[in-house]
């Protein structure tokens, strides 16, 4: 019985299965994500997206007050393949209607402004 105890004991522990819980061999890599491609993209629709493949969305806006923003540059670039919980700069610009140019974006801050 004391045997059995012993080999479930180091079952559990990872001695035996060339594993240990003590992380005493080579680190594991993190798990990989792709970034997905959100230029173009609200605000709104590209935080969502990132947040759920597992990245942190960081984001910075570009020019004046606007009641809807969307992404006008993303760093990385879709389509990378990162570690989980990498930040992914979202730069944020108001949005304009169809027919309307957006501006350059020449100074970025990082709260809203």
């Known amino acids: 019985m004391i045997a059995l105890l012993v080999l479930l004991a180091l079952v559990v522990l990872g001695?035996?299965?060339?594993?240990?819980s003590t992380g005493s061999g080579a680190a594991k890599p993190a798990p990989a994500?792709?970034?997905?491609?959100?230029?173009?993209?609200?605000s709104q629709a590209a935080i969502r997206r990132v947040s759920a493949?597992?990245?942190v969305p960081a984001n910075r806006w570009c020019g004046a007050r606007a009641?809807?923003?969307?992404?006008?540059?993303?760093?990385?670039a879709g389509g990378t393949t990162v570690p989980h919980g990498t930040k992914v700069q979202l730069v944020l610009a108001p949005a304009t209607g169809k027919r309307v140019v957006q501006p350059a974006c020449?100074?970025?801050?990082?709260p809203k402004p």
């Open 15 to 20: 001695y035996g299965t060339g594993e240990s």
């Open 53 to 55: 493949t597992g990245l």
């Open 67 to 76: 009641g809807q923003y969307k992404v006008v540059r993303q760093r990385p």
């Open 33 to 42: 994500a792709r970034v997905p491609a959100v230029k173009g993209l609200s």
């Open 106 to 110: 020449n100074a970025v801050a990082g």
